[in-house]
């Protein structure tokens, strides 16, 4: 099911990928074209807010931010570009992931068993 909405959310990003990029450019000159701001505005918030909430069982709760807050951030500092930064802030995104569980993976538990607790069958 996860793999259908994210499927369903990469197919609405991509319709709206044009006007979205128009509009977040210069929003004055996409109204005046005729670009539906405010509606493609809360389309995508619910594109972000529909991401967000299947993320969550996914990541957790923790990576959310720095999976989707992050990355745009931190795209800012490296390019100006908008194409070039959209898949700059993707990348960003999928390497701090794979960082994160690599980390989890090679990294030992901090805590230790105290003698007097029960072991594990």
Request: charged share 10%.
């Amino acid at each position: 099911m996860t793999a259908i909405i994210a499927i369903a959310i990469c197919a609405a990003v991509l319709a709206l990928a044009r006007p979205l990029l128009f509009a977040s450019l210069d929003e004055g000159v996409a109204a005046a074209r005729g670009v539906p701001v405010r509606v493609l505005g809360f389309g995508f918030l619910v594109l972000a807010a529909a991401t967000t909430a299947e993320a969550t069982q996914v990541v957790g709760a923790l990576l959310i931010l720095g999976l989707l807050a992050a990355p745009p951030a931190r795209r800012f500092r490296i390019t100006a570009h908008p194409l070039c930064a959209l898949g700059l802030s993707a990348a960003i995104a999928v390497a701090t992931m794979w960082i994160g569980l690599t980390a989890s993976y090679v990294i030992p538990p901090c805590h230790r068993a105290s003698p007097s607790s029960p072991r594990p069958p």
